[in-house]
């Protein structure tokens, strides 16, 4: 049976948000006296992030009583229709996001053109083979979900109303994420995560849309011509046609979902 059910709050979880950028430095520390020394960015360095993020978890599970299970999903509805019910609505949502967001963010970086070494650093993390598949596809939307939506809105949504528990738990997302170029999407992303948990209270189908939506994204980067790179980041906006699209792809998604989720929908009958 879970404990401390409204621990953290807000406050405590940005001190143990900060406790977990700590962990990361010391690790990251040792591994560089161990002789392993990598740039910033590179995938192979997520060991370091999944290894923190376990430990943490681990002290926050141990403290709150709660078990995997309960953790991920704790409504009577099966894994299976949890995943498969919203897949195809969240697939237009975080299809369409891709582009508008991308372009949100370039007119962010025009005003807040981000550091060369920043865009460097996110290239290197997106192409990477194998190592950044595993990283950002798989690892990151498994342990972060655990962590902010699993743990922290978790709690928040004792402590808070349920808008102002998504807009705390997307800020401390958006903080962990650091850099410029990665702030909107992070911010705009947590704010979905943080519905869906709230609609469905299980970060399955959160876990669902993060895996998604990183996957597309770096089959996007894996577009991109990186000849001028050292020279730092460019603006390059989408055209007209397709932002219209994206937008009707992501709202056209985003009503589905709704009806799929909503309080007389027989697809998931939440407890």
Known sequence: MEEHKDFPNFWYALLILALLVGLQMILAMGAHDL??????GDPRSSVIS???????????????????????????????????????????????????????TNLMLIYFP???????AL???MNGGMVSIISVCFAAPLIEEMLFRG???????????????ILLSSLLFTLFHLTMIQLPVAFIMGCLL??????????????LTHFLYNTFAMLQWSTYDYSGANEGFTPEFHSAGIIMAALTSSVAGGILLHRLLSPGAEQLNRE
Do not use: H, Q
């Not at 981000?114 to 460097?120: N, Q, R």
């Not at 943080?194 to 876990?207: A, H, M, Q």
């Open 35 to 40: 002789g392993f020394t990598y740039e910033w």
């Open 50 to 104: 999944v290894v923190s993020c376990g430990i943490i978890l681990s002290l926050l599970m141990s403290y709150k009583k709660i078990s995997y299970r309960e953790l991920f999903n704790p409504t009577s509805n099966s894994v299976t229709s949890l995943i498969l019910v919203p897949l195809i609505p969240i697939t237009f949502i975080v299809g369409g996001a891709l582009f508008w967001i991308d372009d949100i």
């Open 114 to 120: 981000p550091d060369k070494e920043e865009y460097l």
């Open 123 to 125: 290239i290197r993390m």
């Open 151 to 165: 743990v922290f809105l978790r709690s928040f949504l004792v402590n808070y109303s349920a808008s102002s528990a």
């Open 194 to 207: 943080g519905w869906l948990y709230v609609k469905t209270r299980s970060i399955w189908p959160t876990i």
